[in-house]
C-alpha cells in the first residue's frame, strides 16, 4: 500500500509540472506566434521564452526522483 502512494506521488510530481508547463507554452506561444508575425527579428526571444517553461518538467522530474529514492 504504501508503495502505491509513492508511485502515485511521483506520477502526480510529473503529471501535474507538465500540466503547467502546456498551459504556460499555449500562452507563450501563441504570443510569440503574434510577436515574430510583426517582428521577425524577436525570433530568438521567442524561442528562449518557449523554453523556459520546460523547466518546470524537469524540476518535476526531480521531485518525482527524490520521492521514488528516498
Do not use: D, N
Not at 503529471?15 to 515574430?36: N, W
Amino acid at each position: 500500500m504504501e508503495q502505491g502512494i509513492i508511485a502515485l506521488a511521483a506520477a502526480l510530481a510529473i503529471g501535474l509540472s507538465a500540466i503547467a508547463t502546456g498551459i504556460a507554452q499555449r500562452g507563450i506561444g501563441s504570443a510569440g506566434v503574434g510577436a515574430i508575425a510583426e517582428k521577425p527579428e524577436l525570433l530568438g526571444s521567442v524561442i528562449i521564452l518557449v523554453a523556459i517553461p520546460e523547466t518546470l518538467v524537469i524540476l518535476g522530474f526531480a521531485v518525482a526522483a527524490i520521492i521514488l529514492m528516498g
